[in-house]
């Protein structure tokens, strides 16, 4: 079975301020991880993926296999970063997410 | 990208009811799927509408509840049956073009059941 756990339901943090948003997964294979925003009134769009191992908007994230952990880590917030963030989850042979909870971020001026 | 077009974007519908939900993509893609994501909660996978074919359930959705239809590479329909206030949720159609890209969405159906 496969496991997205988001701990934090709501971060807050001030503009220039550096934010974490934590993501834990099981999974018995290989993943592939990804993360999703998700902009007030915006459809749900793809923020990053492991394997691209790419920056985007600031937003880095990297795969620790040991603690099965994909962390997003962006260095300075943006206010427009306020947005909801979900980290989500497939095997290498399968299309099927799976997704976390969802973690809430505001990003005060 | 695929664009990805989703009507009705919002509907308030009385129990007992059903509702179609549909999904129509700009290119032809290789998976599509249906999720739900009810108040307060994450996304949850329906189903994966296969192309000439009955849809894949996930455990918990039955075909019955949730018929989908998919009839070509571009399109597809979910629909919700026999609604009740529990069905309040939004529902989301998702692409996959395929050679492990990762996967698109529409902007979601948001529907109250009263």
């Known amino acids: 079975a496969q496991r997205v756990t988001q701990p934090e339901k709501l971060l807050s943090v001030f503009k220039g301020a550096p934010v974490e948003l934590k993501c834990n997964y099981s999974?018995?294979?290989?993943?592939?991880l990804f993360w999703y925003v998700q902009y007030s009134r915006q459809r749900l769009q793809l923020l990053l993926r492991?394997?691209s191992r790419e920056s985007i908007k600031g937003f880095t994230a990297d795969l620790n296999k040991g603690e099965t952990s994909f962390h997003l880590k962006k260095p300075f917030a943006q206010e427009e970063d306020s947005a909801m963030y979900y980290c989500?989850?497939?095997?290498?042979?399968?299309?099927?997410?799976?997704f976390g909870a969802g973690t809430t971020v505001t990003v005060r001026a | 990208s695929a664009v990805i077009s989703q009507k009705p974007s919002r509907d308030i519908c009385q129990r007992g009811t059903s509702l179609t939900i549909q999904c129509q993509v700009d290119?032809?893609?290789?998976?599509m799927f249906w999720y739900r994501q009810q108040p307060g909660q994450s996304l949850t996978l329906i189903a994966t509408?296969?192309?000439?074919?009955?849809?894949?359930?996930e455990s918990g959705f039955v075909i019955d509840k949730f018929p989908i239809s998919r009839p070509n590479l571009t399109f597809s329909t979910l629909t919700v049956s026999n609604m009740s206030p529990e069905d309040s949720s939004i529902y989301l159609c998702?692409?996959?073009?395929?050679?492990?890209?990762?996967?698109?969405f529409g902007n979601g159906t948001r529907l109250t059941v009263t």
């Open positions: 509408a296969n192309q000439g074919s009955e849809a894949t359930y």
């Open positions: 999974y018995s294979g290989s993943p592939e």
């Open positions: 989500a989850l497939r095997g290498l042979d399968d299309y099927k997410l799976s």
């Open positions: 290119s032809q893609v290789t998976m």
């Open positions: 998702s692409v996959g073009v395929g050679g492990g890209s990762p996967l698109h």
């Open positions: 492991h394997i």
